[in-house]
Structure formats: C-alpha cells, structure tokens
C-alpha cells in the first residue's frame, strides 16, 4: 500500500486535471500496481509530501528503467523537485547496470517536455496523445 500522502498527492492532482492526468487509466488500479510493482522516491519536507516519482527498474533482458510516475504538489513546482526526483532515478538506474531509461508524456505537456530534455531525453515514439522520450545511461 501506498503512504496515504502520495495516494492524496495523485488523487488530488487527478481530481484538477481527469482529461490529462492519468487519461483513461483506472486510477485505483494503477496506485494498486504502483504499491505492488514500483518502486518509489519522495520528496518530504515540513511533515508532506511535495513530490513523488514511480519507476521500474527491473527489466534485466533490455537494461532499460522506466519511469511511470512524476508528480510535484502545485504549491512546490519550479522549485527543481521534479529535476531532483529524476536524477535520482537516473543514478539509481546507472548504478544498477541499467543502460537506458524511459518515460511516457502527454504532447501538451510543455513543462515536462522541457524538463525531461534538458536532462537529456529525447522523443523516441510518438503515440496519439503522448510521446515515448529516452535517455541513454
């Protein structure tokens, strides 16, 4: 089970945005996965969650992580803890002999495209709403 905070988090952030955030996906199943499946980094501070980022570092035959999840509160956006959560991962992936990483996002999402290449992902697939980005390790 997920801590009741990131739970809150993404509900939350799913109950402002339900035509972009986690469009068409059963919200209940995929924190079920998340708990069961991910593994899971956040930023704590004043007693709350900030930010959360999800990911599956177990693919052993490809090498390649991937992300499922960022979410940052919108009181602490911009103030890097999305660049932060990310790196994490990129580290943690490259320490355990992981040679690529990949994420999914939406086309509108500017934000999150310019944060994902400036750390250096670049768009690999395009899907019908979303784009497949990757970075080598």
């Not at 999150?112 to 690999?124: E, K, M, N, Q």
Request: charged share 30%; glycine share 6%; hydrophobic share 45%.
């Amino acid at each position: 089970m997920l801590p009741d905070a990131i739970r809150s988090l993404v509900l939350d952030e799913h109950a402002r945005e339900p035509q972009h955030f986690l469009d068409g996906v059963d919200v209940d199943a995929y924190l079920a996965k998340l708990a069961d499946r991910a593994e899971v980094l956040c930023d704590w501070a004043a007693g709350r969650c900030r930010g959360v980022v999800a990911f599956y570092c177990n693919d052993e035959a490809t090498r390649q992580a991937f992300i499922t999840l960022v979410l940052v509160d919108p009181r602490d956006r911009r103030l890097g803890i999305g660049r932060a959560l990310v790196s994490c991962v990129l580290e943690l992936a490259r320490q355990r002999g992981f040679t690529s990483c990949r994420l999914e996002v939406a086309r509108h999402n500017e934000t999150a495209h310019d944060l994902y290449a400036s750390l250096g992902f670049r768009v690999v697939e395009t899907r019908s709403r979303t784009d497949v980005l990757e970075i080598g390790l």
